[in-house]
């Protein structure tokens, strides 16, 4: 009992280290929602921007991410503004982002870019400090291509069926074997990878609400009063996780026990 207590303490010291991104961004957002006296000269969602990347540059220079992690979470945010821009134009209307902002893409604030890679980070993080090790990892190609098929139906589900249930049910098929194994000190525990992936989407869901509730970003059924996020949008931020965690499979590739 008393190594397993170590162990839990140790792995939460190490699993708020690999969300340091992520909680940064979350203390910045909560931060500037009450105390942010630059509104005469720089907008909330653009200081937002600039501390995002300042911080990004301080991970790099003390090695705390390496350059190969910042590569794929460039890709990261190239994949998420494309489907920030597409979510937010007025024909579509998914979300919007209530304040003003200066340095933008068609609309969107680039902040926006941080919040998806913040994800990204986390994941690229956390596998390589609990060195991760897997049992009856899929084939490459069959991860890409349901990310793919993921990324796709974000968009094609406003004009035809949405398909992320029939993509759920491959997911479990590809995955639902797939056992991840991770060492937060000596002992090595392990986990359904699909229950590793539903844990962490509820857990980015809890972080959804309070941004929404800092009025980050709305959804159009928050724009009078605000509500808790569904629990139903845990499903995109579930198939959010399997495009994030197939891109970091590229540089990290799944060793075998």
């Given at each position: 009992?008393?190594?397993?207590?170590?162990?839990?303490?140790?792995?939460?010291?190490?699993?708020?280290?690999?969300?340091?991104f992520?909680?940064?961004?979350l203390?910045?957002?909560i931060?500037?929602?009450?105390w942010?006296?630059?509104?005469?000269?720089?907008?909330r969602y653009?200081?937002?921007?600039?501390?995002?990347?300042?911080?990004?540059?301080?991970?790099?220079?003390?090695?705390l991410?390496?350059?190969?992690?910042?590569?794929?979470?460039?890709?990261?945010?190239?994949i998420?503004?494309?489907?920030?821009?597409?979510?937010?134009?007025?024909?579509?209307g998914?979300?919007s982002?209530?304040?003003?902002?200066?340095?933008?893409?068609?609309?969107v604030?680039?902040?926006?870019?941080f919040?998806?890679?913040?994800?990204?980070?986390?994941?690229?993080?956390?596998?390589?400090?609990f060195d991760?090790?897997?049992?009856?990892?899929?084939?490459r190609?069959?991860?890409?291509l349901i990310?793919?098929?993921?990324?796709?139906?974000?968009?094609?589900?406003?004009?035809?069926w949405?398909?992320r249930?029939?993509?759920?049910?491959?997911?479990l098929?590809?995955?639902?074997?797939?056992?991840?194994?991770?060492?937060p000190?000596?002992?090595?525990?392990?986990?359904?990878?699909?229950?590793g992936f539903?844990l962490?989407?509820?857990?980015?869901?809890?972080?959804?609400?309070?941004?929404?509730?800092?009025?980050?970003?709305?959804?159009?059924?928050?724009?009078?009063?605000?509500?808790?996020?569904?629990?139903?949008?845990?499903?995109a931020?579930?198939?959010?996780?399997?495009?994030?965690?197939?891109?970091?499979?590229?540089?990290?590739?799944?060793?075998?026990?």
């Amino acid at each position: 009992m008393k190594k397993f207590l170590k162990d839990f303490i140790i792995f939460a010291y190490k699993q708020a280290y690999a969300c340091i991104f992520g909680a940064f961004l979350l203390v910045m957002i909560i931060m500037s929602k009450y105390w942010y006296p630059f509104d005469d000269i720089l907008y909330r969602y653009d200081f937002l921007f600039i501390s995002a990347v300042i911080f990004q540059w301080v991970l790099i220079l003390s090695k705390l991410e390496s350059y190969k992690e910042v590569k794929v979470i460039l890709i990261f945010h190239m994949i998420a503004m494309v489907m920030e821009v597409f979510k937010t134009s007025p024909s579509i209307g998914s979300w919007s982002y209530p304040e003003y902002v200066y340095i933008s893409l068609y609309g969107v604030p680039l902040f926006a870019w941080f919040m998806y890679s913040a994800v990204g980070s986390y994941i690229a993080r956390v596998w390589r400090i609990f060195d991760f090790r897997f049992e009856q990892y899929p084939r490459r190609i069959y991860a890409i291509l349901i990310a793919i098929a993921i990324y796709i139906n974000f968009f094609t589900h406003h004009f035809i069926w949405d398909l992320r249930y029939a993509i759920i049910i491959c997911i479990l098929f590809i995955f639902g074997k797939t056992t991840i194994f991770f060492t937060p000190h000596h002992r090595t525990y392990s986990m359904n990878l699909v229950i590793g992936f539903v844990l962490v989407s509820f857990f980015i869901w809890i972080a959804e609400n309070i941004a929404t509730y800092m009025r980050i970003w709305i959804y159009p059924s928050q724009s009078v009063i605000w509500h808790i996020v569904g629990f139903e949008k845990i499903t995109a931020w579930f198939l959010l996780m399997i495009i994030s965690f197939v891109l970091i499979s590229l540089i990290n590739y799944p060793k075998p026990r």
